[in-house]
């Protein structure tokens, strides 16, 4: 059988899942998860490969609408990610009747000429199959898909059906990336991202919105990597939050953080974290530059 291979693109409403299907999908955790809406702020590439086939996928910002200059930049990528695309996966929660947002959300489809495979995640949520049939009719006239697979991104369930239908339209091609490739994020960028996935778990209302993480410095020893970051928020009452009584609150974040970067970059790890008031950060395009994983790549 010939090899495929190509670039497809995961994207849906904010909380679909999308990121926690990149993971499963690679069997590895490099795009943060949360339970509130808008996690994802950047596109995520991770390389799957199967023995048939690799699959270039992307993962993207939730489709939604807002005003700051960093929700126009997560669109941006969001449209950016329909472009030169193989197929695409469009992402629902199968356990929420579809919404004219997610109406709205699928009309970036018709902007690729690519086929979309409809993922009908979170079906473990599901009582019965009973509530999905008519969701699936709304679908079927919302957008032609391509497929409709029904998947937990969660347990696993269906996600050899999904990788067999992307694969299918892939074309004949060898490998584009070599096989130990596995993400095009800087380290820097993912141990940033970590920062924020346990802020995002920890915090509520709108912390989780206003916080921005960057690393200062990094400093690769043989014994271990010694890495000081930066949490940025936009109000001092958000820094004492983030800090809590007696520094507990942060020494949880930086905690919980640095295992999962150790996990992932196999190395120990020293992190301390800094937490510094920067009014008005979303709006500041100097400073969105900072944060944007390509200019973390150099330092
Ligand atoms: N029960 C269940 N929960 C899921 C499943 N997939 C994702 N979730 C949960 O849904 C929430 C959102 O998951 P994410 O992967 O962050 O969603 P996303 O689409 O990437 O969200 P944004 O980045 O904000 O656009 C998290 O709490 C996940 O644990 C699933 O298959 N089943
Ligand atoms: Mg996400």
Redesign the pocket.
Known sequence: MAFRCGFVSIL??????????LNSLLGEKI??????????RTAIQGVLNLPDAQIVLM?T??IHESDTLLNKRMMDAVRAATEGRDALIY?VDASRDPDTDEERGMSVLKRSEAPAILAV?????LQGKAELLPRLEKYQQMHGFSDYIL?????GAGLDELKASVVGKLPESPALFPPDYLTDQPERFLVAEFVREKILDLTSQEVPHSVAVLVDQWEDTPKMIRIHASVIVERDGQKGILIGSGGSMLKKIGTLAREDAERILGRKIFLSLFVKVKPKWREDPGFLAEIDPRSMAGL
Do not use: F, M, Y
Request: net charge positive; no cysteine; proline share 9%.
């Open positions: 849906g409403r904010p909380n679909a899942g999308k990121s926690t299907l795009a943060i998860v949360a339970r509130k809406p808008q996690t994802t993962d910002p939730g992402v995640n979170k079906i473990d949520r998947i937990s991104a969660l347990t």
